[in-house]
Structures are given as C-alpha cells and as structure tokens.
C-alpha cells in the first residue's frame, strides 16, 4: 500500500494536527519539517505532493508507538527497517493500538472482512517461515478502514 495513504488514514482515525504528526514523526527519533508532512499529507496530483518514504512513515509508526503506549527506557531504541512491508505496517498498528487476535479480527469484521485465525496468525510470521502469508494492499486497507470505524464510531 502507498505510504501516503497510510499517513493520512491513521491521521484521519486519530484526528491529529499536521503538527501532532510533526511531533510522533520526532518521537520515532526523526527531524522533519512541517512542510514535507504537509506535502505527504496532499493528495495525489495535487500541488506540492511529495511521496512519503519508508524511513518517514517508520519513524511515524515507531513514534505512535511511543506516543500511545510510552518509551519502555529499560531497552535500547529498536533500529527502524529501512524498508516497510505491509507486514510490518500492520504489525507497528498492532502493537501502537494493543490490539489482541480477537480484537484484529473485530477489526476486520468492522470492515467487512472476513478472516480465520490461522489466515491472521500467518501474517506475523517471519518471512522465511512456511506458514508465513503477504499482507496484500486490500487486507492492509480494510483493516485501517475497520479501525477507523472502532475509534471514530
């Protein structure tokens, strides 16, 4: 999925300021300027629309990580991954919003879509492991969509 939509729906589900963003983007550990989130934050075609990288949304979702549940000082910064999957995206969400298996798959069902254990537990699998699934841009949608409607009402 784009890293631009990603963005802009966990800012939507939390309904947080361009400067908010500024500040969870500082939190992951990384010095942007209002005026690259605010390009992230355009649409596409739009003037001004800038293409938000892997590190930018990484440092996002590390810092709403942070910003959620707090810094843990007994441990060293995890180092961010220099490239996203939706994988990883979703496991970030995961963590940032506590969310257990039955809550992921209330999540899913919020947005319709359904899913069995198993098919969800394959997601957080390594890659290298033969149980392991791709989490396609449709599953990765639905479950920012699904959440949206869980915190928004």
């Not at 910003?67 to 441990?75: C, M, P």
């Amino acid at each position: 999925m784009i890293n631009n939509d990603v963005l802009r729906s966990v800012r939507y589900m939390l309904d947080l300021s361009d400067a908010k963003v500024v500040e969870i983007v500082g939190l992951g550990g990384l010095d942007v300027a209002q005026a690259d989130i605010d390009a992230c934050l355009k649409k596409d075609g739009e003037f001004g629309h800038a293409v938000c990288s892997d590190a930018v949304l990484a440092h996002f979702l590390d810092g709403l990580v942070i910003h959620r549940r707090g810094r843990d000082e007994s441990k060293p910064p995890r180092p961010v991954e220099p490239r996203l999957s939706n994988n990883l995206i979703l496991k970030k969400l995961r963590v940032a919003f506590e969310l257990k298996e039955t809550d992921l798959l209330e999540v899913l069902q919020a947005a319709n879509f359904n899913m069995s254990k198993p098919e969800l537990n394959a997601l957080f699998r390594k890659p290298g492991h033969h149980n392991y699934r791709a989490c396609g841009d449709q599953l990765l949608r639905n479950f920012l969509k699904g959440l949206t409607v869980r915190l928004r009402g």
